[in-house]
């Protein structure tokens, strides 16, 4: 909630598209914008995009097999229609991309109530016998603490989604705090409410060993109307790999305006106005991630490389707040705020570092490996001629194939 806040302040202070790329290039400039570019359309999008898809696959297949394991191909198979489909629709038109997110919002809505109705009746008969002993043979080390936080926020991931899209917001000086405000209220209440519904009915052994919680819960619960619980959160998963492909579209878009990614990605289809190349770009690479086969070791990658971009946002609040007193500020948040959020993602950085080294040093690395990459392709006026060759053929290809024009021509077409 505190990072929330403080992306509030810094929407509203530079309102422009891509979130915290476009906080950090305002305050520390192209290169350290461009590593976190770099990570984003690396790591920390497609990486997510393919765990949520995954996890949607889990639960549309899990009422087809509750009583063996679920075959793997099948399941990375379906997680690829998922993102396919996604990407097609986000690529035709906008409206259906929105329409899909309004809908599955209300479908994971509608699972999270129901599990937290029976959870709260299963407390009143007296079934908490899960809550006693919870924590027994758990380490409370300051690294296993931090990887638990990391595993943690990775359930919220989303409360700085928002930002990314803020040209596309009405009046965002009024509406952007208050759709954070709202949201992220909402989401924490929910989700936490869910996971203690979850104990008055699954065990600690049990909650380890699922890989669908909820529908261990709804096994033991609705009889022969479990599968109704896995339906509903696999269309919630549908609905929200629709909405990390939406806002990522917009991130590489806002890139390519900045010269910090290829110019194809700048281009807008010319009769739906969709950002398609980029939307196309995100569903590739994401599924080049589900080749892995760790859900976790993925998970660790995303959370350091992404909290380490978000512990830096918060940082060029700070930053603005000093070098750049003359921006119109309508929010302006205590300093204890960012400050504090500052202080708690650092510590969570350096001991997941501490405790996961091998990811967190493949992490690093990854960053790191984007600083060639900007001096050979980013850099403002290095691009080497055979290189730039290249990616103009492409660029011309792209275009040829997907119909699209720049953003700024196609905007003088339309005048």
Not at 126 to 151: C, E, N, P, R
Not at 332 to 361: C, D, H, K, M
Request: proline share 5%; hydrophobic share 50%.
């Amino acid at each position: 909630m505190l990072g929330a806040y403080c992306y509030a302040e810094l929407g509203i202070a530079i309102m422009k598209s891509g979130g915290d790329y476009a906080y950090i290039h305002e305050a520390f400039g192209s290169v350290f914008a461009f590593l976190r570019l770099w990570t984003e359309a690396l790591i920390v999008r497609p990486c997510s995009q393919a765990i949520v898809a995954l996890t949607f696959s889990y639960y549309v297949m899990e009422p087809l097999f509750p009583d063996c394991e679920q075959p793997q191909i099948a399941v990375r198979l379906l997680a690829v229609v998922c993102i396919m489909v996604l990407t097609a629709v986000n690529a035709y038109d906008v409206n259906y991309a929105t329409r899909v997110q309004d809908i599955f919002t209300i479908a994971k809505l509608a699972a999270l109530v129901l599990i937290i109705i029976t959870g709260i009746v299963q407390a009143c008969r007296g079934q908490v016998m899960h809550f006693y002993g919870a924590w027994d043979g758990t380490s409370a080390d300051a690294g296993s603490l931090s990887l638990a936080f990391f595993s943690g926020l990775f359930a919220y991931n989303g409360w700085n989604y928002l930002n990314c899209v803020i040209e596309e917001l009405k009046d965002p000086e009024k509406n952007l705090p208050k759709a954070i405000a709202m949201s992220c209220l909402i989401v924490m209440s929910v989700y936490v409410l869910c996971n203690l519904a979850y104990f008055t009915v699954v065990s600690k052994e049990e909650m380890l060993a699922a890989q669908a919680v909820a529908v261990v819960f709804a096994q033991k619960v609705y009889g022969v109307m479990w599968w109704i619980v896995p339906v509903f959160v696999a269309l919630s998963t549908f609905g929200g790999v629709n909405g990390i492909l939406f806002t990522t579209a917009r991130l590489f878009f806002v890139g390519a305006r900045n010269g910090h990614m290829p110019r194809m990605m700048l281009m807008v289809q010319t009769k739906r106005m969709t950002p398609a190349p980029a939307v196309i770009f995100m569903g590739f690479t994401s599924l080049l991630y589900l080749v892995s086969t760790d859900m976790f070791a993925l998970i660790d990658y995303v959370t350091f490389s992404n909290w380490l971009a978000i512990t830096l946002s918060v940082v060029s609040l700070l930053w603005l707040r000093k070098k750049r007193p003359e921006l119109h500020r309508p929010l302006n948040i205590p300093l204890i705020a960012p400050i504090t959020f500052i202080v708690i993602s650092s510590f969570l950085i350096i001991f997941s570092i501490y405790q996961a080294p091998t990811q967190t040093g493949f992490g690093c690395l990854i960053i790191a490996s984007g600083i060639p990459i900007y001096l050979i392709c980013a850099m403002p006026k290095r691009h080497p001629k055979p290189i730039e060759r290249a990616i103009n053929g492409l660029t011309v290809l792209v275009q040829k194939i997907l119909i699209c024009l720049p953003e700024e021509q196609k905007v003088k077409d339309m005048e």
